[in-house]
């Protein structure tokens, strides 16, 4: 004699409880794909953002030193441009043709304008 049968009713039961299961392990496997591990993709996304930044920075700041390094050449060569720094910078003047003048605010003391 065979055994009794079970009933449909639970078999089906059991095999959605399966198959919910099963989809939430492959779900959780394919988040973790995506996002986990040492880099997840919003971290690689980050990066990539960061990294433009710093291209971007790094470029600008390539312009600024090679404008420096023309200014220093031109500063080293050019009397003209020297002469200019002189005047602007220390106040130097030409020869004896040539007077400086001053202008200080009013209430500052003699000791208070020779100091630096």
């Known amino acids: 004699m065979a055994a009794p049968r079970k009933s449909s009713a639970k078999r089906t039961g059991k095999q959605q409880i399966g198959r919910v299961v099963i989809a939430a392990g492959f779900l959780a496997a394919l988040a973790f794909a995506v996002q986990g591990g040492e880099y997840g993709t ?4 980050r ?3 960061r990294r433009a930044r710093l291209l971007t ?4 700041l390539v312009r600024i030193i090679d404008s420096l390094r023309r200014y220093k050449r031109q500063l080293e060569t050019d009397p ?5 720094v002189a005047r602007e910078e220390f106040g ?5 043709k040539e007077l400086l003048y001053r202008f200080v605010e ?4 003699d000791a208070a304008q020779r100091s630096p």
């Open 42 to 45: 919003t971290d690689l996304w």
């Open 47 to 49: 990066q990539r953002e």
């Open 57 to 60: 920075t790094n470029d600008s």
């Open 80 to 84: 003209a441009l020297q002469e200019r």
């Open 92 to 96: 130097l003047v030409r020869g004896e």
């Open 106 to 109: 009013p209430g500052v003391s």
